[in-house]
């Protein structure tokens, strides 16, 4: 072999080792990369999905925000069965039809993932903006917030609410059209602080402070 054929061969084989050696590992996204996207996916919502969101994950035992729940479908400890299939060794073909041996398996997730997917896109198309009348009927002049128990959102913040007098709020109905809301009022000399809660709000209600 002559010097330049050489030179080449040693050259390329250099090349391919010092490509190995420095070659880095390879990580997955992580619970992290998972929190983050959701993150970004989160604040590119507009505000009436957004909300929605929040309502649902306050329906939610395990997570306390969008942003952890996202790390479920991935944890293989939460959902075992729907990240792989277990298989004898003498299995010669796998099928969509069925999952071998077990009752659910990847081929049952898929599905399952799907329905649940179309149950939420139809309970966001059925939630709609309730409109009711907030009343005083204190003796003394208020200051009122109104808190959206579906959103956790502040409907109205601070407001003045003279006696005998109304003012517009507009909270998210749930599925049932239905809406719920807390009111905290006060007054600047410290007679009134307190608060209410009321469930079952229906569009075009009339509720009251006292």
């Not at 996204?29 to 507009?46: K, P, T």
């Not at 997570?63 to 400890?77: E, G, I, K, L, Q």
């Not at 204190?138 to 502040?154: E, G, H, I, P, Y």
Request: with cysteine.
């Amino acid at each position: 072999m002559s010097h330049p054929k050489l030179f080449r061969h040693l050259a390329s084989l250099a090349l391919f080792l010092a490509l190995i050696m420095s070659a880095s590992p390879v990580w997955a996204w992580g619970d992290l990369g998972h929190r983050v996207i959701c993150q970004i996916a989160f604040r590119e919502l507009n505000e009436r999905v957004r909300n929605e969101v929040i309502r649902l994950i306050a329906l939610d035992a395990t997570f306390d925000s969008f942003t952890d729940a996202c790390t479920w479908p991935d944890n293989p400890r939460k959902r075992a069965e729907g990240h792989f299939i277990n298989v004898a060794r003498s299995v010669q073909t796998i099928t969509l039809s069925q999952c071998p041996g077990v009752p659910k398996c990847l081929f049952t997730a898929i599905p399952a993932v799907l329905d649940n997917r179309a149950v939420g896109r139809k309970e966001i198309a059925m939630a709609a903006s309730i409109t009711f009348t907030l009343r005083n009927n204190q003796m003394t002049d208020v200051n009122v917030t109104v808190v959206d128990l579906r959103t956790n959102t502040k409907a109205i913040d601070n407001v003045p609410l003279n006696v005998d007098e109304r003012v517009p709020v507009n909270i998210v109905a749930g599925s049932d059209d239905r809406g719920s809301a807390l009111w905290v009022f006060a007054s600047s000399d410290g007679s009134v602080n307190s608060n209410k809660k009321q469930d079952g709000i229906r569009d075009g209600d009339e509720c009251t402070l006292g």
